[in-house]
């Protein structure tokens, strides 16, 4: 019988819990992935549908039909999203929260930065608080964190990381979930991450304030992570096409835009890294705008991995795979002349003949593989 409690408790810790907590998700408030902004999204959506009906710009007969109908989400990727989004729960638990907590004392927190700052200059008069400072607070926190964001994805769209990032890609149909189908490694990263860099941002804030100043929320969730996600956060993930216009498309992330960064076109690779905010896109030469017209884009990194990547299994352990088989030294030309580069990604092989030996031809082969070529 002890054996059958001890089995009991650690099924109910490790599995049942996880499992039961990330499914009741779906009805909080801090996630992009709840109803509310679930039912928010497909009613914008519905609107489109109207409108487009209206105009004669679609040969959809049903809602049903223009958002993709039984084709996408009953699709056999869409179903793994579906159960993925529950095993994340297990994965949180098992495997993020434990290697976070091992680095997380080596991370430095606000308290940090402000003891040092008090330390240099002194204490400072707590100044009274006010809406306005948590309104700039928050503003604060949030464009940092989309910052953050814009170059952890684009880090992990190099040759070391795409491995794990490929998981998400590897989507052949897009469904909200698919916003879930993110591997453990890449959510560690981007966690450790975002905690120094907000830390760092909370330390400089709070010390300029002499004391702590908490962000305005809605319903207990930031206030701008509650307005974007209501603005159709969910159909970043769908089949809906739903352009904001070039000129908002230069600061805001519009549901074609991000279907645009999972398109397998050659004109598409590499673009709108941007999360919440497409500036950085702008900024840094990655932008991709769109228009009200639909473009034909097709979804997945290609044929070649649809059947790799339909288990639970697959899109845990395949990068790891990918990632060995990077670092795995090839053998160079006995004659010293040129040879190929070639590496998968975003289903398309880039393959390109060096000639060149020395300097030039390790520069040229790291420009490849590092994924440098943003450059329209």
């Not at 008090?118 to 503003?139: F, I, N």
């Not at 953050?148 to 590897?170: D, G």
Request: hydrophobic share 45%.
């Amino acid at each position: 019988m002890d054996v059958l409690a001890f089995l009991h408790a650690h099924l109910f810790k490790w599995v049942i819990e996880p499992v039961a907590d990330q499914f009741l998700g779906i009805f909080d408030l801090n996630g992009r992935f709840g109803l509310v902004f679930i039912g928010i999204s497909y009613s914008v959506a519905y609107g489109v549908f109207r409108f487009r009906k209206y105009r004669g710009l679609t040969d959809a007969h049903s809602f049903w039909q223009f958002i993709g109908g039984s084709r996408v989400y009953f699709h056999r990727s869409a179903l793994l999203d579906y159960r993925y989004y529950l095993v994340r729960g297990v994965l949180k638990v098992a495997l993020v929260l434990p290697i976070v907590g091992l680095v997380d004392p080596y991370i430095l927190r606000s308290g940090d930065y402000i003891a040092f700052f008090t330390h240099l200059w002194g204490a400072r008069v707590q100044v009274e608080e006010h809406l306005a400072l948590s309104l700039l607070y928050g503003l604060g926190v949030f464009v940092l964190k989309d910052f953050v964001n814009y170059w952890s994805h684009r880090a992990f769209h190099t040759r070391w990381l795409w491995a794990f990032h490929k998981v998400h890609h590897s989507a052949p149909v897009l469904v909200p979930a698919t916003a879930s189908r993110v591997h453990f490694v890449e959510k560690i990263i981007e966690k450790m991450a975002t905690t120094f860099c907000l830390g760092a941002y909370a330390g400089v804030y709070w010390y300029a304030c002499g004391g702590q100043i908490g962000t305005y929320t809605l319903f207990g969730v930031t206030y701008l992570v509650f307005i974007l996600n209501g603005l159709a956060g969910n159909l970043r993930h769908s089949h809906v096409w739903l352009s904001f216009g070039p000129r908002v498309e230069h600061v805001l992330n519009s549901p074609a835009q991000h279907q645009v960064h999972h398109s397998d076109a050659p004109r598409h690779l590499n673009k709108n890294f941007g999360i919440n905010l497409s500036v950085w896109d702008w900024m840094f030469g990655t932008l991709y705008v769109t228009t009200s017209k639909p473009e034909p884009v097709r979804f997945g990194t290609g044929e070649q991995d649809h059947e790799r990547y339909l288990t639970i299994y697959s899109l845990i352990v395949t990068p790891f795979v990918e990632t060995a088989r990077n670092i795995r030294p090839t053998k160079r030309p006995q004659n010293g002349g040129g040879g190929w580069t070639r590496w998968v990604r975003h289903g398309m092989v880039a393959s390109q003949a060096i000639q060149q030996t020395g300097t030039e031809r390790w520069r040229r082969v790291m420009r490849s593989a590092a994924g440098r070529r943003w450059q329209r």
